[in-house]
């Protein structure tokens, strides 16, 4: 009523645990960084809906949300028994900090930008768009591919991943007319006259119906970023375990499967390592009644800050070519030892490996697990997980090599939780992650800030320069790629004259820093040009803050990050 003060204080809400999914979390965070903000004091983001009878099987989100800039308790599950009794038991262990958006304490992991050096490489497969696509009859698929292979395709799913592939063969008119198609392949194209033509005009959007004998998603960005590659990188959109494997580009992947435009085996050996899957883990989701992770390329790929040494310029007179190398070597290594494992047993299946090797990492870890049985020793012998586990580890260490970040194998390396999220974590593992963590955030800003100056660090500059418009300007005083964008409205700050407000500003900016931060990407908050006697007018403000104990400094790959006292 008008004239009266609200009286509300606090709301909550109990939702799936999708609500940590990328449109969702967009609502979250647009009112946790809006003008007048909401902060969450409360989560629980991943707890069991009881499976009683009359009960769904699902999981759900708990929160709890207060008007301003709080800080809150996040309540994550640790133990479950007796979810389908009368009376069951949910442990919960809490932590204090800022929650943020995906429901996580620690590393502001939604703080992170696109990057345009991954731009345009990765994608979902294909939404086909009903049955009436496929041939049932597999020795006529296998007839008809040998004499249209353009467009009688192989067509794969998550599943055939994870499991044991069941060959599908799919009618792929993309990139035909009708009276093309009618008079070059009659016999298909009444295949899709009468099973798909009746259903797409029933469809409420124009080019559904339109262009009926066309997959209803054909993804032609996906098709044109792998016509010039031999091969290309999946992985299942939602799935138990999170690893990639190269398919050759003849097949079609669909809606279910990320596709990663590239055929660089240093890519692959990237995105099969840890420091992948953590950062995965921090910024997707989880769906589904098995609580799988979920794979975004959108949240996950595009900010993710590859190591300098998958530079595809490098030659072998570069310091860093060795460790490409090595990467490389690994990268191939991994995925010819998985498909050799696959061909030789055929009970054997990508989620069986992978659940052998986090059982063999938890018991040599001292994990409180059961032994081994017969069936699972059947799995460790057959599948070489020895040599599995070997390779992963490899992978890690020469990444986080690559990285520059040594100093965390020793906490990360060999231990549980390499391709799936694992409760059987020591506290000191559990503060390495977070570390990755803080420190893949503060490279992506650092990314960000050289993308601004002009340096992009393309994954494939033959195809992506052309594709995104490249100039090459000369930006102090150095000639580097940069994209012909117009520029927007600036939301920078002014760089005062006053020193006192000088000062005031940078502390502003530390407070906001989701990690400790160099004084170049402060020095890229303000407008205007970035001279030298700006960048050292900042370089003293920071020591002044050092020095009267309002700010503190620490040294990472040999450069000085600065950060609030928490």
């Known amino acids: 009523m008008k004239g009266h003060t609200n009286p509300l204080r606090r709301f909550g809400f109990i939702t799936t645990n999708s609500i940590t999914q990328i449109f969702s979390r967009r609502v979250i965070e647009h009112h946790m960084t809006a003008k007048e ?22 999981r759900i989100a708990m929160t ?13 599950v640790v133990t479950e028994a007796g979810l389908n009794t009368d009376t069951p038991q949910v442990g919960l262990e809490k932590r204090g900090g800022k929650v943020r958006p995906n429901l996580a304490i620690g590393a502001d992991v939604g703080s992170v930008h696109v990057l345009l050096a991954n731009r345009r490489l990765a994608f979902r497969g294909v939404c086909v768009g009903g049955d009436g696509f496929f041939l049932k009859d597999a020795r006529q698929a296998h007839q008809l591919a040998s004499s249209a292979p353009n467009i009688v395709r192989e067509i794969r799913n998550g599943r055939d991943f994870a499991h044991r592939p069941s060959p599908r063969w799919a009618i792929d008119a993309y990139g035909f007319n009708e009276a093309t198609l009618r008079d070059s392949h009659p016999h298909l194209y009444q295949h899709l006259l009468l099973n798909v033509r009746e259903s797409r005009q029933l469809s409420q959007r124009a080019s559904y119906r339109d262009l009926w004998w066309v997959f209803m998603e054909p993804r032609p960005e996906l098709r044109e970023a792998v016509t010039d590659l031999r091969r290309y990188f999946v ?65 996950i790929f595009l900010p993710l800050a590859f190591p300098i040494s998958v530079d595809p310029k490098l ?53 409180d697990v059961p032994r081994l049985t017969d069936a ?125 407000e000088q000062i005031r500003l940078v502390r502003d ?18 407008d205007g040009k970035n001279t030298a006697k700006r960048k050292d ?25 600065y950060f609030l006292p928490r």
């Open 376 to 500: 699972e020793r059947d799995i460790q012998n057959a599948g070489l997980i020895s040599i599995l586990k070997e390779i992963h580890d490899d992978i890690d260490r020469a990444v986080l090599s690559a990285y520059g970040w040594e100093d965390l194998i020793s906490e990360l390396v060999g231990k549980p939780g390499a391709t799936l999220p694992s409760p059987c974590k020591t506290e000191a593992q559990e503060q390495a992650e977070e570390e990755l963590l803080t420190r893949l955030v503060a490279l992506n800003h650092e990314r960000a800030v050289e993308e601004k100056r002009g340096l992009v660090r393309w994954l494939r500059p033959g195809y992506q320069i052309p594709k995104l418009g490249v100039k090459a300007p000369k930006v102090e005083g150095e000639h580097v790629g940069m994209l012909d964008i117009v520029p927007g409205p600036s939301d920078k700050l002014k760089w005062p004259s006053d020193g006192l």
């Open 509 to 526: 900016i530390l407070a906001k820093a989701p990690a400790p931060t160099m004084p170049d990407v402060i020095a890229a908050e303000f």
């Open 235 to 299: 992985s299942p959109m939602t799935a138990k375990h999170r690893y990639f494997v190269a398919v050759e580009k003849e097949h079609i992947s669909d809606q279910g499967l990320i596709c990663v435009a590239s055929d660089r085996a240093e890519v692959l050996a990237v995105l099969s390592s840890r420091c992948h899957l953590v950062w995965a883990l921090a910024r997707g989701g989880f769906l589904g009644v098995g609580n799988d992770p979920r794979y975004n390329n959108s949240l």
């Open 537 to 561: 007018r900042i370089g003293q403000v920071l020591e002044t803050l050092v020095a009267t104990g309002l700010a503190r400094m620490g040294e990472l790959n040999g450069q000085r990050r």
């Open 37 to 58: 903000r909401l902060s969450l004091v409360f989560a629980v983001p991943n707890h069991p809906w009881m499976k009683a009878s009359d009960k769904a099987a699902v």
């Open 64 to 76: 709890v949300a207060e008007k301003g800039e709080h800080e809150g308790i996040l309540a994550e």
């Open 315 to 367: 030659t072998h007179k570069d310091p860093l070519f060795a460790q490409q190398e090595r990467l490389r070597e690994l990268g191939e290594r991994l995925d010819n030892f998985r498909k050799d494992r696959l061909a030789e047993h055929s009970f054997m299946t990508m989620t069986g490996l992978y659940n052998a090797l986090e059982r063999q990492r938890e018991l040599e870890n001292g994990c």
